[in-house]
């Protein structure tokens, strides 16, 4: 079982920036890809971006490119979400996933997940 717990949510103004942390204190394979999903009241989960572990490739969605970007940190099993310029339209509870997706954004291909940081932008 996996482990995920993240941190770094809170309220900004339009223009801020977060960093939100996902840290997996277990063994991540090194196959996995490590994924950011937010949902907002009355919407579906959306796949945000998302990073492989063996390589870093990342993926991100069109509305957060530019803006956001992931990171990773092998040696302590973190991943980063950095997120500037942020918008209110980026508000969400913003979820950490791992797992082997078919496609990144696919948040039903990813089998562990953390509780969720909540990131509101006014």
């Known amino acids: 079982h996996v482990q995920l717990v993240e941190s770094g949510g809170g309220s900004v103004q339009a223009g801020g920036s977060l960093r939100l942390s996902c840290a997996a204190p277990?063994?991540?394979?090194?196959?996995?890809?490590m994924g950011w999903f937010r949902q907002a009241p009355g919407r579906e989960r959306e796949g945000v971006a998302a990073v492989y572990v063996h390589g870093g490739t990342t993926y991100y969605t069109d509305s957060v490119k530019g803006r956001f970007a992931i990171s990773q940190d092998t040696a302590k099993n973190t991943v980063y979400l950095q997120m500037n310029s942020l918008k209110p339209e980026d508000t969400a509870m913003y979820y950490c996933?791992?797992?082997?997706?078919?496609?990144?954004?696919?948040?039903?291909?990813?089998?562990?997940w953390g509780q969720g940081t909540q990131v509101t932008v006014s």
């Open positions: 996933a791992a797992g082997l997706p078919e496609a990144p954004a696919r948040p039903d291909d990813y089998a562990y």
């Open positions: 277990g063994y991540i394979k090194n196959e996995y890809c």
